[in-house]
């Protein structure tokens, strides 16, 4: 049964970074895409990051750009986010989720399994 957990959520100041992680459980290392979505307070989940089984193809949302990297280490059937430059408006729940390929789209419907997600705050 595939499970994925989170961790790595936290308070930091503006301009500062974070690196989240996604363990993937339950099915073979690179069995599939993971994409990163979060939701903040009051507002829809939106995408933010995808990358493929093998790790050779990534997509961002155009507001994190230049700020954040997805990569995985599939010894580890981990997947990674790494935050950097945050601003307080990427403050939100961030989840990791299962998927078969990375659409430019990030439509929820093309996830499966998701985690329990985890809290990232940016503030002053």
């Known amino acids: 049964q595939l499970q994925l957990v989170e961790s790595g959520g936290g308070s930091v100041h503006p301009g500062g970074s974070l690196r989240l992680s996604c363990v993937v459980s339950g099915v073979p290392p690179g069995s599939y895409a993971i994409g990163w979505f979060r939701q903040a307070p009051g507002k829809d989940r939106e995408g933010v990051s995808c990358?493929?089984?093998?790790?050779?193809?990534?997509n961002y949302a155009d507001v994190v750009k230049g700020r954040f990297r997805i990569s995985r280490d599939n010894a580890k059937n981990t997947v990674y986010l790494q935050m950097n430059s945050l601003r307080i408006e990427d403050t939100a729940v961030y989840y990791c989720a299962s998927t078969n390929f990375c659409y430019n789209e990030f439509l929820e419907s093309d996830f499966g399994s998701w985690g329990q997600g985890t809290q990232v705050t940016v503030s002053s």
């Open positions: 990358i493929s089984a093998s790790g050779g193809l990534t």
